[in-house]
């Protein structure tokens, strides 16, 4: 990743819901979009190899491609960076994105801490991923958000419609664009 590249507004995660589909997807996206590989699914060399495919699409394309790892498996992959809980991310020593992950007031505390350079913020609507699981909704989000050091990218049941309904520019899907 370049040196203080401004972090996208889009961000596409992948799991094993859309691994078929994220490749087009990926393609597809027309302006450079943050790519969050998941795939815990895969054993560990499988992943590495799903990694490395969907990495030279995310190169070719623009986009910014983490990986939800531990940092010196996230660097071993050549990522640019590396996604998860705070408590597991520890302090940002290095110069990989961190990409935090927060569902309530304490981690986007923990996120602040570390000095994460965004903090995904969960589950704002209802999701495919924990059917029936608690939301944050627009108004609980947004209070949550500016509590945060760094940008919010809204994550759960995502999607463009969700986005203009919840006026918010920065946000993910796993669902979403697929």
């Known amino acids: 990743m370049r040196q203080r590249q401004t972090l996208p507004q889009l961000w596409l995660l992948s799991d094993q819901r859309n691994q078929h589909v ?35 699409i995310c190169r070719h394309k623009g986009h910014v491609a983490i990986v939800s790892t531990d940092r010196a498996t996230a660097r071993r992959m ?5 996604y998860g809980a705070p408590l597991a991310l520890g302090l940002r ?11 309530s007031l304490r981690e986007i505390a923990r996120a602040n801490r570390m000095g ?16 029936g699981g608690r939301t ?29 309904r919840l006026k918010w520019n920065r946000w993910a899907a796993i669902d979403g664009l697929s």
């Not at 490749?23 to 815990?40: K, M, N, W």
């Not at 050549?78 to 590396?82: N, R």
């Not at 909704?137 to 203009?164: D, K, S, Y």
Request: glycine share 6%; hydrophobic share 45%; net charge positive.
């Open 22 to 56: 994220i490749e087009p997807a990926l393609r597809s996206l027309r302006v450079p979009a943050g790519f969050i590989f998941r795939d815990y699914h895969l054993s560990p060399h499988e992943r590495a190899k799903r990694f490395a495919r969907l990495q030279r």
């Open 78 to 82: 050549g990522a640019d960076g590396v």
């Open 93 to 103: 020593r290095n110069r990989m994105v961190t990409i935090a992950t927060a569902h």
């Open 136 to 164: 944050l909704g627009p108004l609980r989000f947004r209070l949550m958000a500016c509590r945060a050091a760094t940008p919010v990218i809204a994550l759960g049941g995502m999607n463009p419609r969700n986005a203009r």
């Open 116 to 131: 994460a350079d965004a903090i995904m913020l969960s589950a704002v609507f209802p999701t495919r991923s924990h059917p």
